[in-house]
């Protein structure tokens, strides 16, 4: 069955440094892969979307990448800040029968320590 | 534009009871969807719409219903509550079904069932 892991422990880092997330993937071939920010009592917002046939995509101080070979999909935050500091979901996305099915990961919380 | 909203906020219900949660968007998309997100589990597919008038169920179906009258709206009810159904919920829209589109969430109704 199809499964999604991302880092289960909080990842915390300290202000000014590069933040990693990692989520891997199995039994699944996503066209895309969607990564979204979920703060505690909200609902997940959208920040980034790679195709299969990127490699990465930058936006501000974001950057994720796509290695289909390795099934796996690594975010950037560069400079963190303390407001970086949220759950992060990866969510892989395959049209299925006319829709777009996404899964989403179990998210990593990150924790930017000033 | 208000975006995803859900009504209500919170409920407590006891075993048994029903109830149905709105969820309402006005930004004309035509894909709508539920999720519960409990700890551990991450976000799972419970059903959705690809149009007006037109409901499928998703990865969790069971123990809830839909209905889709209006294309701004999304209903989900849960006619006999069960304490295994204690989750937040949330409702998400997209535009169309093509591949790159995010979803937008509303800020999710957090169910507790005694």
């Known amino acids: 069955s199809q499964k999604i892991e991302q880092n289960s422990e909080a990842l915390n880092i300290q202000e000014g440094k590069t933040a990693t997330l990692t989520c891997n993937y199995t039994n699944y071939s996503p066209a895309y892969l969607q990564w979204y920010r979920q703060d505690p009592g909200r609902g997940p917002v959208f920040l980034l979307l790679i195709r299969e046939n990127e490699k990465e995509k930058r936006k501000e101080r974001l950057k994720v990448t796509f ?5 796996q999909s690594l975010f950037h935050i560069t400079a963190s800040q303390p407001a970086d500091s949220a759950t992060y979901l990866c969510a892989p996305q395959k049209d299925s029968g ?3 099915k996404v899964t989403f990961g179990t998210g990593t919380k990150l924790q930017v320590i000033p | 534009n208000a975006g995803v909203t859900q009504t ?3 409920r407590v219900l006891k075993t048994g009871q029903s109830m149905t ?3 309402a968007q006005d930004m004309n998309h035509e894909y709508m969807y539920w999720y519960r997100q409990d700890p551990g589990m ?4 419970i059903h ?3 149009g007006e008038g037109t409901t499928a169920k998703g990865e969790v179906p069971d123990g809830y219903n839909v209905s889709r009258l209006k294309k701004q709206n999304f209903l989900l009810g849960l006619e006999s509550a069960a304490p295994s159904q204690t989750s937040v919920y949330f409702c998400a829209s997209t535009l169309t079904s093509s591949g790159n589109n995010e979803q937008f969430f509303g800020p999710g109704t957090r169910l507790t069932v005694l």
């Open chain 2, 48 to 50: 959705y719409s690809v």
């Open chain 2, 42 to 45: 991450g976000l799972r597919l």
């Open chain 1, 67 to 71: 290695d289909t070979t390795l099934k």
């Open chain 1, 98 to 100: 006319g829709y777009q």
């Open chain 2, 21 to 23: 949660l709105l969820c």
């Open chain 2, 8 to 10: 209500p906020k919170f």
